[in-house]
């Protein structure tokens, strides 16, 4: 997978965004804000992007997205429900109709074998009540793992937003 490919994604989604008049934000993890990065490549990005935050350890997802403290022990931070509440957590820390979250094992350690090492949470929030996740696990190397879970989110929001426009 290339960038460059990436980027044109990232151009799709921001001419959606615009078409509908929706804001969006982002949530990352293991991605470190690849996601954010993406989308403010495309030039005018501020128009249909709040912002990202990008919060590795227990607890900044916990103080900046208010991810539950149980559920990260109980789960771990590589979860479907770690992902919903950063998700949700950015919607609501950015006021805006849609936000991603992607929390994962980039590589190339870390792994176990409930959790192997490429395994990735995204998780789509949005203010119309939609709320839709998926579980990858990638066998790339980490900056590869990375780069496929950014392309897996931004098709997410594309997704979503071209089910929107739908009559």
Known sequence: MVEADIVALARRVGEQLRIHGLMCATAESCTGG??????????????????????????????????????????????????????????????VDVAVAIT?????????????TGTVHIHLSTADGVERGARHVWQADRHGNKLLSAHAALAMILAYLEERARP
């Not at 994962?104 to 192997?116: C, L, M, N, R, S």
């Open 34 to 95: 690849l996601v954010g990065h993406l989308i403010t490549e495309i030039p005018g990005s501020s128009d249909y992007f709040a912002g990202g935050a990008i919060v590795y350890s227990y607890d900044a997802k916990e103080r900046v997205l208010g991810v539950s403290h149980e559920t990260l022990m109980a789960e771990g931070a590589v979860s479907a429900s770690v992902a919903q509440q950063m998700a949700q957590g950015a919607r609501r820390l950015y006021g």
């Open 104 to 116: 994962g094992i980039a590589g190339p350690g870390g792994g176990t074998p409930d959790k192997p």
